[in-house]
């Protein structure tokens, strides 16, 4: 069965429809205006290098400039990562899931939270050590900007980096704004943030907090979210640093509504899955993270940098495990209560000089982390009470430790001509202590260690000053995370030790072009050959258990424009066409109680939760105090199984937002407000993949409003 919808608007014709745009409007429409800002030729972090910029790095990089207005509640990650080829975002709807992200196909299997790309805040990781990471505690208020790296080179950031994804908080300086803001809109939904950003002396702070309630676009799916970020950098002098960073998320209450089935999201996309209401779905988050960070330079050629952080995440989530399901023995209930203590410390030295009397810079390092986690199990209801904590029926403790040394250098060994190479070599061992055992459930303590090297290359062609070729090859590496380890496909209990990690082969061939005028196009070809792919083996009731279906293939191309049509309109376009593939045949699970895979996938199989197609379109008009933009995004089909043999439809949808300033003596005030899916389209936003009762689809909400101001003044 395939969902129908509306058919969306073919990507061609809509894509000539956004792009033609800002051509009707390009002559003066007023006496005068403000220009439009040009794209700022930035160096990042993400490539771990200090004198090469983004333009001259064998890599696809991306900068999302944060210190613009912006015309968004900045609620969710999400909504900052659109427009961006390769990656998909997705806001499920539904905070007790976060957003579903993906980078050229990898992640796309998480039914929660973030595998398979690397997240960072700050330099200090957002990834756990076993690759499992959050970006609920990313706090867009405070943030200057986010870094997505793509391809071979998200290798050098460790286990799980089939891409990067940075937050930068802004550094404070003297005579910084501070600023509050507030939103609300559709759905009951408001933000109220307050940022304090500036310097005193030696001292640079940013303290941001965030407050963000809704009741949810669909029932039962209302959450409340605290988000605090706090950063401070001391300058002892001009070559010693030390940064101190802290934040804190509280998700008390999320509900969550569960996915619904073909017939359910046509029938009323809105609702909640009926055993989500009967069992009172829902989870809390509370997380706090604290971390230092020390650099110093020594004399003009040397940069030391040591990183030092700790932190403590508590999740309770309430399941729609049935009842009769938890008379196994074997059966951890349908409750999760998970307690994870975390640290880690990274330490690396950088040398910028010269080789045979051309630039030069070499960096190596080493880092360390640890999670100890209690995850205990109880059963969701008590005699014929349900949605409540219940008895034990899991009671562990498990520890995942990596230990990973990396070197990486950069060498431009003629005008022309430059070559980017590291290696990272990492050593991931989990270890498990059961202490839940009876007669019929056995002791499931146990251990296991992934080790792997990850070699990556580039070479760099600088074809013109504005013109730059490159080619990058590299081998990745994906253990599985503990919740991925955490149930056993063939329903048995204690961890699934028997899960190999994925390795992949990555090649990228790009080019880059830019002119005088800010105009930025990219575009980038790739392909990455997988080994013992990581793959859900079927999801009941919000579990997911998996396993390895042999070779996997993701293919495809990128390609980004970014320009200033004139003094007044701004354009920016990104398209992505994606081939992720199942290269060997392999057998799975169908049905909620499948526990042995007897349903044939053949060869050159989608993989389930990616689509084919993106395209993202944005047309930006600024006059004096005045703006406004109209966007548009496209999504491909999406395969929600292994065996297609149901998918959500493509979709095609449409923004807009205006936003106007009043400057005063006093500070300036900013008003704006949006509308999406302004053809209040019906879509699906996000998908279960392998959801065993068949409830694949969660639905995206039809036309929404937002309005917002924000006031502005230095202190």
């Known amino acids: 069965m395939r969902l129908s919808p509306p058919p969306p608007m073919p990507l061609r014709p809509a894509l000539l429809a956004i792009a033609g745009l800002p051509l009707a409007c390009t002559s003066p429409c007023a006496i005068a205006a403000d220009s439009i800002p040009?794209?700022?030729?930035?160096?990042?972090?993400?490539?771990?290098?200090q004198g090469v910029p983004a333009f001259d790095t064998p890599a696809s990089?991306?900068?999302?400039?944060?210190?613009?207005?912006?015309?968004?509640?900045?609620?969710?990650?999400?909504?900052?990562?659109?427009?961006?080829?390769?990656?998909?975002?997705?806001?499920?709807?539904?905070?007790?899931?976060?957003?579903?992200?993906?980078?050229?196909?990898?992640?796309?299997?998480?039914?929660?939270?973030?595998?398979?790309?690397?997240?960072?805040?700050?330099?200090?990781?957002?990834?756990?050590?076993?690759?499992?990471?959050?970006?609920?505690?990313?706090?867009?208020?405070?943030?200057?900007?986010?870094?997505v790296m793509r391809g071979p080179f998200s290798a050098l950031h460790g286990n799980s980096s089939g891409g990067v994804v940075q937050l930068w908080s802004a550094q404070g300086q003297a005579d910084d704004p501070w600023r509050v803001r507030a939103t609300a809109g559709s759905h009951d939904a408001y933000t109220l943030g307050a940022q304090l950003l500036g310097a005193g002396g030696r001292l640079g702070y940013n303290l941001a907090a965030v407050r963000f309630d809704s009741q949810g676009f669909r029932e039962h799916s209302a959450a409340q979210r605290d988000s605090v970020n706090a950063r401070f950098d001391f300058s002892f002098d001009t070559t010693r640093k030390l940064s101190a960073v802290f934040n804190h998320v509280g998700l008390a209450y999320a509900q969550d509504p569960l996915g619904l089935s073909a017939a359910q999201v046509r029938d009323d996309p809105r609702q909640a899955s009926p055993v989500a209401l009967q069992f009172n779905t829902r989870k809390s988050v509370h997380q706090s993270q604290g971390g230092l960070i020390y650099e110093q330079q020594v004399g003009d050629t040397q940069t030391w940098r040591v990183m030092?952080?700790?932190?403590?995440?508590?999740?309770?989530?309430?399941?729609?495990?049935?009842?009769?399901?938890?008379?196994?023995?074997?059966?951890?209930?349908?409750?999760?209560?998970?307690?994870?203590?975390?640290a880690g410390a990274d330490l690396r030295w950088s040398w910028r000089g010269e080789l045979g009397a051309t630039p030069f810079e070499f960096t190596v390092g080493s880092n360390v982390d640890q999670q100890d986690q209690e995850r205990r199990g109880h059963e969701n209801f008590i005699g014929n009470t349900l949605g409540v904590k219940g008895r034990l029926r899991r009671d562990e403790s498990n520890r995942v430790r990596n230990f990973d040394q990396f070197a990486q250098a950069w060498w431009q060994f003629t005008p022309r001509w430059s070559l980017l190479a590291g290696a990272r070599h990492s050593s991931i061992e989990f270890t498990a202590n059961d202490h839940y055992v009876t007669a019929t459930n056995p002791d499931d303590s146990g251990q296991v260690r992934y080790r792997d090297t990850t070699p990556v290359a580039g070479l760099m062609f600088k074809a013109s000053e504005n013109l730059r070729l490159y080619a990058s090859a590299g081998r990745g590496f994906e253990t599985p995370t503990f919740n991925e380890l955490g149930y056993r496909a063939d329903g048995g209990a204690g961890l699934a030790l028997d899960l190999l990690p994925a390795i992949s082969r990555n090649i990228e061939l790009g080019m880059k072009w830019r002119n005088d005028d800010g105009m930025l196009i990219e575009t980038a070809l790739f392909r990455a050959d997988t080994d013992d792919e990581l793959a859900v083996a079927h999801n009941v009731a919000g579990r997911s258990s998996f396993r390895?279906?042999?070779?996997?293939?993701?293919?495809?191309?990128?390609?980004?424009?970014h320009t200033a049509m004139s003094d007044y309109w701004e354009l920016q376009l990104a398209y992505t066409w994606l081939d992720a593939i199942f290269r060997d045949a392999s057998l799975v699970c169908t049905g909620s109680g499948c526990t042995i895979p007897t349903t044939p996938v053949a060869a050159g199989s989608r993989i389930p939760g990616v689509a084919r197609q993106q395209l993202f379109a944005r047309a930006q008009w600024r006059y004096g105090p005045w703006s406004a933009a109209v966007e548009s995004e496209g999504v491909g089909d999406v395969v929600v199984n292994d065996i297609a043999s149901e998918s959500a439809p493509g979709y095609f949808l449409f923004h807009l937002e205006t936003a106007r300033e009043w400057r005063r003596?006093?500070?300036?005030?900013?008003?704006?407000?949006?509308?999406?899916?302004?053809?209040?389209?019906?879509?699906?936003?996000?998908?279960i993949v392998n959801e065993g009762n068949g409830r694949f689809y969660e639905p995206g909400p039809g036309r929404s409003f937002l309005l917002g101001a924000q006031w502005s003044w230095t202190p």
């Not at 040009?38 to 290098?49: D, Y």
């Not at 970006?135 to 200057?144: I, P, V």
């Open 308 to 342: 030092g952080y700790a932190g403590r995440r508590a999740v309770e989530q309430f399941l729609a495990v049935p009842v009769a399901a938890q008379a196994n023995p074997l059966n951890a209930g349908g409750v999760i209560d998970l307690d994870s203590n975390y």
């Open 61 to 147: 990089l991306d900068v999302v400039d944060l210190r613009n207005e912006r015309n968004r509640a900045d609620a969710q990650a999400s909504e900052a990562l659109s427009g961006i080829a390769g990656l998909s975002a997705r806001d499920r709807q539904n905070q007790a899931q976060d957003t579903q992200l993906s980078i050229r196909g990898f992640g796309a299997r998480s039914t929660f939270g973030v595998r398979g790309v690397r997240l960072f805040a700050d330099g200090i990781t957002a990834s756990m050590p076993d690759g499992q990471g959050q970006l609920s505690h990313f706090n867009l208020l405070g943030s200057e900007r986010i870094e």
């Open 38 to 49: 040009l794209l700022e030729r930035v160096q990042v972090r993400a490539t771990q290098l």
């Open 548 to 561: 390895n279906v042999g070779r996997a293939r993701r293919q495809g191309l990128e390609a980004s424009l």
């Open 665 to 687: 003596a006093s500070g300036t005030l900013r008003a704006f407000g949006r509308i999406d899916n302004l053809l209040d389209r019906g879509y699906i936003g996000s998908v």
